[in-house]
């Protein structure tokens, strides 16, 4: 069976969303993007700052709640639905549970073939970024580093403290679709 799906897990700063354009742009068919920054985007008000759905510290600490967790497994069966019916999906997550959140997406897509590829960087790189980008609270990038790698299992992994997201793309489409990865760069 071809891979239908590809996950990156990394910690927030860490390149995902990079990666994530430059694999649509080198893998030889289309290919959906699922982020978990866009899932976030989409909750309601009420729940992006409340114990029921999603909290951001001011030290970069991210707490979740119970109405948030069950929104965020109907948009994993949701993703899974999808990549079911045909499409070739990638998503990008942050695995603020480890080893857990890496079980409740292979629960989501059972069934599929999936890839599963981690995305690192230097927590101090991590934390470079994040102050550049400004949109995330100070401390998240560095505390995500690690912490989103716990126990959890990949096939491919990549490093972006040092290393292009076009080079990374490849390196993960080259698990995917061994010689026949197209393209020569990435919006």
Known sequence: MATQVIVLNGGSSSGKSGIVRCLQAVLPEPWLAFAIDTFVDSLPASLRASLAGIEFAPDGTVSVGPEFSRLEQAWMEGVGATARAGAHVIVDDVFLGGADSQSR?????????????????????????????????PGMAEQQADLVHRDVHYDVEVDTTHTESLVCARTIAQAVTPATVTGSGCP
Do not use: H, N, S
């Open 105 to 137: 997406w292979r629960k989501a897509l059972t069934g599929l073939d999936v890839l599963w590829a981690g995305v690192r960087c230097a927590p101090a790189v991590a934390a470079g970024r994040e102050i550049a980008r400004g949109d995330r609270p």
